[in-house]
């Protein structure tokens, strides 16, 4: 996995491009580069996940660490630019919450189909699942052995941007207030309801994401001059830091609280860097336009091979393939089933 690690950290620094004088403050927040961003933390998602299959052996050791350091911090970006192209649109566009309905809707159909080749490759593996946990999973609350937290999280957080805008009229301040608090229902209901902290100590990195859609061009304005830049860079190191340890001490909601901070702090560092720091090539690209595929497919080749002994490379290397060529044929037939549905 040390050698995976490797090849992820070089794959993420080709064709980098730097400008310290603020020339990718116009594009840094633009689907091109979220693409890219969200490429390189898919990688990262997927190495997580494939871990859980494999026992840790002498070369795995740098990535078992890194990884337990990283954690959550993975996905903070997908939630982000989330956040952040909803509030454009429904900053931009006149007649986009009479669509979000049917932008719940794909988001859901697509992951229901998945669940449905998880429960099939349950049934030739033997695996039986109750009719509750069958049925809860179809919403996401349950898994069959699919990733899920991230679907429940991203229903729930377009659902509370839906009513949202409906309530305040599609006026940005109050719609991202308004997930803002939906945020934090969100997480009491599923600490009550003992959900892992993974469900939600990174989701106000989504009404961030709105934040930063709102105020793009004051915060584009606050960035220019690098003196300042620094200072900002540098605060938000040292927010991330505190927020970081005293996570490790605390307990309870300071605890939570400080997880969700450390989130938010750094994504904030990701972004900023992206505004002098231009990263993407076609691989990149590829991984980051087909995220939401490799997310809810990565987990049926590591399933079906995990009972086979085989060297841990070899199945690393299918597991990505198949992935890959999953994720491609899954777009495609999706995206042709949805436009023959008009949705």
């Known amino acids: 996995m040390d050698l995976i690690l490797l090849c992820v950290v070089i794959l993420t620094f080709i064709e980098v491009k ?22 390189v933390f898919v990688m990262l998602v997927f190495l997580r996940h494939f871990k859980e299959y494999i026992v840790c052996e002498a ?23 989330s956040g952040y192209g909803i509030m454009v649109s429904l ?9 979000f309905p049917k932008r719940i809707f794909r988001v859901w ?38 990733s899920n937290w991230y679907i429940l999280a991203i229903l729930v957080l377009y659902a509370f941007s839906y009513f949202g805008g409906i309530i305040s009229r599609q006026d940005s301040m109050t719609t991202m207030l308004f997930v803002t608090a939906g945020c934090c229902v969100y997480v009491v209901m599923l600490i009550l309801c003992g959900k892992g902290s993974w469900y939600y100590n990174t989701i106000f990195c989504y009404p961030l994401g709105m934040l930063f859609g709102n105020y793009e061009q004051k915060i584009k304005t606050l960035m220019e001059k ?4 620094l200072m ?23 605890w939570l609280a400080m997880v969700e901070l450390r989130g938010i702090f750094f994504v904030l560092l990701v972004v900023f860097a992206t505004s002098r720091i231009k990263i993407g ?25 995990s009972g086979i002994d085989m060297n841990q490379y070899v199945y690393f290397l299918i597991c990505a393939v198949v992935t890959g060529l999953a994720a491609f044929l899954y777009q495609k037939l ?10």
């Open 91 to 99: 900053k931009t566009k006149n007649d986009y919450l009479q669509k």
């Open 59 to 81: 070369y795995d050791r740098i990535f078992w660490t890194v990884d337990g350091y990283l954690e959550q911090l993975i996905v903070t970006t997908f939630l982000f630019y």
């Open 109 to 146: 159909i697509q992951f229901a189909i998945a669940v449905c080749l998880f429960l099939f490759l349950n049934l030739l593996m033997g695996k039986v699942y109750s009719t509750s946990t069958i049925l809860l999973s179809f919403t996401a609350w349950q898994s069959v052995g699919n």
């Open 281 to 305: 090539n076609p691989v990149l690209n590829w991984l980051g336009k087909h995220t939401f595929e490799i997310y809810i497919l990565q987990r049926l080749p590591m399933i079906a091979l």
């Open 226 to 229: 690098m003196g300042r830049y």
């Open 334 to 343: 999706m995206g042709a089933l949805l436009l023959k549905c008009n949705l």
């Open 18 to 39: 730097l400008d310290f004088s603020g020339g990718y403050l116009n594009t840094y927040l633009k689907r091109e580069q979220a693409t890219a961003v969200n490429g």
């Open 232 to 254: 900002i860079v540098v605060a938000c190191v040292v927010a991330f830091m505190a927020s970081y340890l005293c996570a490790l001490k605390c307990h309870g909601m300071i």
